[in-house]
């Protein structure tokens, strides 16, 4: 199928192919040479005390060359290879990957996805963070990350996809060149570009950005722990989220600053070495890794059997202890405040008593819900008895004032009730208290309507015959 499919903007995608485009007609030309251009690659990866921050910027893109990192885009090996980098360094117990992405291509995406779950679950958490942009394949990869976290201006979300066919063969016809495609197997390379685009083949490259369309809902469900339902009805349909709009929504956990996010996690890791000496104090150095082993835990391998049992043993002792600290540690100020005065006991008691006042304010809410909903049921059932009976009232005025009975039934409470007043007002001035009813001139307004009786007519009638 000849078709690209891009997480990314339509006008993202237009820069990126005209930009290298334009680098192979120079490089064809001669007028530059790619010794000229080439580079090294950026550094791995920034360490500001014990948190390493992976910056990734530009276009997603499995191209790995130095035409790359040129152009400022970054591909996903180049993360991968620095994640291991920091991941191996002894200095660095947490990493953030800092996102200013519109996104790319997909291909290369799930790949990096299970290797942050891996490496996170292995005792390194990795957190996401944007302060620009991290839309469509950018927010796939930075959804893989434990915490997400975004500026106040930062746009995330983006949950879609693009399909790009271009059909070359009007521009071939023109130039003389008619080429024919010759397939065995009716469904092969659908959609060539030296062809019109058929019924057919637009169809499976619908098919195809579909199926793609809903794996990118589905591994956010997964990495956010939500269900894939929620996601594909609330959050793929390609709308973004800014700052504060996005935590509200669920894409990402907190908005803060990069600086912010460094010196929160640097806190926290401050707070669990509690002045000892620990794994990424060089006290247990991580075990480097071959590519072999790097290659199988990008494919999900156990890390017991990629690192061997004593090194995965350490780090799961490490990851678990680490664990047990941070569940006893609140980062709610107030929270902590109450448990630090109190013993163990108090605690249990006082969390009990909050219970109590919950289920309590649970019942009380339960209790008025029963008596609205009786209130409600009490006015279903007077309401339409009441309804007939004002339609009838209104037929019978426009009888007594010589018009035809115009069936209402169907008008809603609200309009029947704002009709029956009108009618009411014109049935009054017609029929006057003592009076007889007014005699229309030739001169009298047809537009005005027909006149109505007075509410004190009414009444005094009531009483007269409330008195017989």
Not at 19 to 26: P, V
Not at 301 to 319: R, W
Not at 451 to 467: C, G, H, I, T, W
Request: glycine letters at 8%; a negative charge.
């Amino acid at each position: 199928m000849e078709a690209t499919h891009w997480l990314g903007s339509l006008q993202q995608y237009n820069d990126y192919v005209a930009r290298q485009e334009g680098l192979n007609a120079a490089l064809l030309s001669g007028s530059i040479t790619s010794d000229s251009l080439s580079s090294d690659p950026p550094e791995y990866f920034t360490l500001f005390g014990n948190v390493a921050v992976i910056d990734v910027t530009g276009v997603l893109t499995n191209d790995d060359s130095w035409r790359t990192w040129y152009f400022g885009d970054t591909s996903y090996n180049q993360i991968r290879r620095a994640l291991f980098e920091a991941y191996a360094h002894t200095d660095a117990a947490s990493c953030v990957i800092n996102f200013d992405t519109g996104g790319g291509t997909p291909n290369g995406l799930s790949d990096l996805g299970n290797l942050i779950r891996q490496l996170t679950s292995m005792g390194f958490p990795i957190d996401g963070y944007t302060g620009g942009h991290a839309t469509s394949a950018g927010y796939w990869a930075m959804s893989s990350c434990r915490n997400l976290y975004a500026g106040e201006v930062a746009t995330v979300g983006s949950i879609g996809v693009i399909t790009i066919h271009k059909d070359y063969s009007e521009n071939l016809r023109q130039n003389g060149v008619k080429p024919t495609v010759i397939r065995s197997g009716d469904k092969k390379a659908l959609g060539t570009p030296y062809e019109k685009l058929s019924d057919e083949a637009k169809a499976q490259i619908q098919e195809h950005s579909d199926v793609l369309h809903r794996v990118f809902s589905d591994r956010v469900a997964q990495y956010r722990g939500i269900s894939s339902d929620f996601v594909w009805t609330n959050w793929a349909n390609g709308q973004t989220w800014v700052g504060q709009q996005a935590k509200d929504a669920g894409l990402v956990d907190d908005v803060t600053t990069l600086d912010g996010l460094i010196a929160t996690l640097q806190s926290q890791l401050d707070k669990k070495s509690n002045g000892k000496e620990t794994t990424y104090m060089s006290k247990i150095p991580r075990p480097a890794m071959t590519e072999q082993q790097q290659a199988a835990l990008l494919a999900g391998a156990d890390p017991a059997v990629v690192l061997g049992t004593e090194a995965a043993a350490a780090l799961a002792a490490e990851t678990a202890a680490e664990s047990s600290l941070e569940d006893s540690q609140t980062e709610n100020t107030e929270s902590a405040l109450v448990v630090g005065t109190i013993g163990e006991s108090e605690v249990v008691t006082f969390l009990k008593a909050e219970l109590a006042a919950k289920d309590s304010k649970i019942l009380e809410l339960t209790s008025q819900l029963a008596e609205a909903s009786n209130a409600v049921a009490k006015f279903e059932a007077t309401h339409q008895p009441m309804k007939d009976i004002i339609h009838l009232s209104l037929q019978k005025m426009q009888v007594a004032m010589g018009g035809t009975p115009i069936d209402m039934s169907e008008l809603p409470a609200e309009t029947l009730l704002a009709q029956h007043a009108k009618t009411t007002t014109t049935f009054m001035s017609k029929f006057k208290v003592g009076g007889v009813a007014a005699v229309e001139s030739e001169e009298t307004d047809e537009s005005s309507g027909p006149p109505v009786l007075d509410q004190a007519r009414l009444q005094q009638n009531s009483f007269n015959k409330r008195r017989n």
